[in-house]
């Protein structure tokens, strides 16, 4: 008899069957902390049942299946009638299905809901971070609305729903509804006073009809869209329901869908209005940006969110990998160098979830359950200026070093890491993704400037956040009295705004590791991104630090 040709050896088990949130030491403990202890159990148990589900191999297997078989775009029946409707795979539907029914776009009405809602983001994202679009742009959606009540008495009971509606039905008719966005034209993109649809008013008040385009609207099988559009009174924001009031469609014309380089499960699309599409206005006429301002500061902090879930995911295939497979005569996990970079990886993904987490408790704090982004409601100001100040900083530096820890993750799988099965490449391609929406880098730093020269609140509250760690580690001192030299010096700030806005970032990052992550982990960060003892490249932390903790951390146990 021959001898066997195929026999599988030094193959990683596949990584199924874990709690994707209990296994996260940075997420669990966080979660836990900001919680406190009369609330945290409950909701510790809630995401545990979450995290069960999405490192389920049932789940994992949707979430191929919903990006192998993306979206696909009929405009029109058999019949030759006008639908504009969107068909996804089944998976979608399931993945969709899960994220509500674990309560995903309910964080308004209830006590510590914005944690709970970011922790399940965090964990729920490294399934599929595709559907995730919708879900953060319904959940967002509610601060935006609540400019006007009677449009919020409809909506927002639905848009906090748990159950999952997928058919195009009037809002009254929907135990659950789901909300895009449609802000960028072609002609404007993150300039959005430069757009040119224009919003006609007609004798009933508030009501009116649009004409134009929008060349970026996700999800445009969503029940609703906050829209803006160039009103007599300048540029106002709308909201645009799929179905009207009576039962018919509304004028909704989806010209394509757009071929992208990741997020294949979402479809997102060119959209126009041919001046018989009818809406609501939300808010008052000219006040456009600033109503829809509460919307775009939600889904920014998603980003942080979703990018913190994408690095965990990276590192925790990394370590995985690294933990099964043998070379030069040993687990690969076990070589100095190959600890280096993982712990260097797991470093850069527990101060992003640190940070999202304590963003998300400061909404918790800044908002009462039961109002929304940017009322006198009681909450704390302080949070409210936090958030001003440090979400953008925060969206721009960890969406930016989303893509490189992706690929640096990669690598350590080896060529097995460039293999489509590996599910690498997909989250690869979905890397970049969370840098560029809701306004890329650039955007992100000169809203932070803004913050800087308008709200002096904004600093005061930023440094008394990173007074609470004063003391704690020298290279934290030293690069906190750096960042203060930045800004006073103003000449030449705009050019700076990128510095400046990873200076802040690394130094809240910094000041939180120090407060509450393990000493190997602080010292690590504060080594190595604050004193610079380090160097570009991942896997150039000193030799010098306890990074076998570090990777042991990062770590799932299967």
């Not at 993945?95 to 674990?102: D, E, R, T, W």
């Not at 803006?228 to 106002?236: D, E, R, V």
């Not at 942080?304 to 995985?320: D, E, F, K, N, P």
Request: glycine share 10%; charged share 20%.
């Amino acid at each position: 008899m021959g001898a066997s040709t195929h026999t599988v050896t030094n193959q990683p088990p596949p990584l199924v069957g874990y709690d994707v949130f209990a296994s996260d030491a940075a997420l669990a403990e966080g979660t836990a902390r900001h919680a406190g202890s009369d609330r945290s159990a409950g909701i510790l148990r809630e995401l545990s049942e979450l995290g069960q589900s999405a490192g389920s191999a049932q789940v994992q297997e949707w979430a191929r299946q919903a990006n192998d078989q993306p979206p696909a775009l009929h405009t029109h029946d058999r019949y030759g009638h006008r639908i504009d409707e969107v068909e996804y795979h089944p998976s979608y539907h399931r993945l969709m299905g899960k994220a509500l029914a674990y309560g995903l776009t309910d964080a308004w009405s209830r006590p510590d809901g914005h944690l709970r809602r970011a922790a399940g983001f965090l964990v729920w994202t490294q399934t599929d971070a595709g559907h995730c679009c919708p879900v953060s742009m319904t959940h967002a959606a509610v601060p935006a609305l609540r400019a006007e009540p009677e449009l919020a008495a409809v909506w927002e009971p639905r848009l906090s729903s748990r159950v999952y509606e997928p058919e195009l039905l009037p809002p009254e008719g929907k135990p659950g509804a789901l909300f895009g966005m449609a802000m960028t034209e072609k002609q404007g993109g993150s300039d959005v006073r430069a757009n040119t649809t224009r919003a006609e008013p007609l004798d009933a008040a508030g009501e009116y009809v649009l004409t134009g385009h929008k060349w970026f609207c996700s999800a445009p099988m969503s029940d609703g869209f906050l829209v803006l559009a160039q009103a007599p009174g300048g540029l106002t924001c709308f909201l645009l329901p799929r179905v009207l009031p009576d039962g018919t469609r509304n004028s909704f014309r989806i010209q394509r869908l757009k071929d992208k380089l990741g997020n294949r499960s979402n479809a997102s699309s060119e959209v126009e209005f041919d001046g018989t599409t009818w809406v609501r206005r939300v808010g008052e006429e000219g006040r456009g940006v600033s109503t829809i301002i509460g919307m775009v500061a939600a889904t920014r902090l998603d980003c942080v969110i979703g990018a913190a879930g994408q690095m965990r995911q990276a590192v925790t295939q990394a370590v995985h990998h690294a933990a099964h497979r043998s070379a030069f005569g040993g687990p690969l996990i076990d070589k100095p160098l190959m600890r280096n970079v993982l712990a260097d990886l797991a470093l850069e993904s527990e101060a992003a979830t640190t940070l999202a987490l304590r963003l998300a408790a400061a909404y918790d704090a800044a908002y009462r359950p039961g109002t929304g982004g940017g009322e006198a409601d009681g909450g704390d100001e302080g949070e409210r200026m936090l958030l001003r100040l440090a979400v953008p900083a925060a969206k721009y530096w960890v969406t930016k070093r989303c893509t490189p820890l992706v690929a640096e993750a990669l690598e350590c799988l080896g060529g097995n890491g460039y293999v489509e099965e590996s599910g690498m490449p997909r989250l690869l391609r979905e890397s970049p993704l969370n840098s560029i929406w809701e306004g890329a880098g650039n955007v992100q730093a000169l809203d932070m400037l803004r913050a800087l020269q308008r709200e002096p609140a904004a600093l005061d509250a930023f440094l008394t956040e990173l007074g609470r760690a004063r003391g704690a580690d020298h290279r934290l001192d030293g690069a906190i009295k750096d960042m203060l030299a930045e800004l006073a010096d103003l000449s030449g700030i705009e050019s700076r705004a990128r510095r400046l806005a990873e200076r802040m970032a690394l130094t809240l990052q910094g000041s939180l590791l120090v407060r509450f992550a393990p000493p190997a982990v602080a010292d690590a960060f504060c080594a190595s991104r604050l004193g610079r003892d380090g160097g570009a490249a991942f896997g150039t932390l000193p030799h010098t630090l306890d990074l076998a903790s570090i990777v042991d951390r990062a770590r799932v146990p299967v």
